[in-house]
Structure formats: C-alpha cells, structure tokens
C-alpha cells in the first residue's frame, strides 16, 4: 500500500477543528452540530476559538447562559476539544464530511 501526502488546504483544516469540536460536543452531552460554514461564519478568521464559541452561545444557545456561566462552558468545550484533537492527530484522522455528532447521540439516547 501507497503512502500518500494528505494535502492539508483550508478546508480541510477547518474540517478537521469541526470533527474536534463536534466530537467535543458529543463527549460533552451537547446536541450541537458545527459544519464549515457554521465555523467559519461564526466570527471573522481573526477572532479567536473562545470568541466563536461565545458568539454560538449567546445566538444560538442563550438559555444555557441562564443556567451556566459563559467562561465555565467555554473552558469545558476548550478543554474537551483539545483533547479531542490530539487524539484525532495522534491517529492520523481524516476529515469525514458527513459526520453529524449531534445526529449520533439521538440515536444512542432514543430521541
């Protein structure tokens, strides 16, 4: 078998932070979902991940700030995410498209 470079563009790249953190958000127990373009339109290229993920809260899950302080919730998607990367790279995981984690945890807790 071949060896192949894996040509690492911008979109791949993206994919890649995207499985991350959707598997983080699996691990976490939240029912959210990140593709590219929710990613990539979340804040400017210049914002930073803590930054993004505020902005999702505070648009797209606000009652959770009722209930959770922004910095904790962000700590704990950093934190998992990371994690969730690192054992991405270290097995040499390839962008998959088609994964929707939030899709996968109803099946699994019969939503």
């Known amino acids: 078998m071949l060896d192949v470079a894996i040509d690492r563009s911008i979109e791949d790249t993206d994919w890649f932070h995207c499985d991350a953190y959707n598997a983080a958000f699996y691990e976490l127990g939240l029912g959210w979902h990140w593709d590219t373009d929710t990613y990539r339109n979340l804040l400017p290229d210049s914002a930073g991940a803590s930054d993004r993920i505020r902005s999702y809260l505070e648009v797209q899950q606000p009652h959770l700030l009722k209930a959770y302080d922004a910095d904790f919730l962000i700590e704990a998607i950093q934190m998992a995410k990371a994690r969730c990367y690192d ?12 994964m929707n984690w939030a ?3 109803r099946v699994q807790i019969g939503i």
């Open 87 to 98: 054992t991405m790279r270290t097995c040499g995981h390839r962008p998959a498209p088609n």
């Open 103 to 105: 899709e996968i945890q």
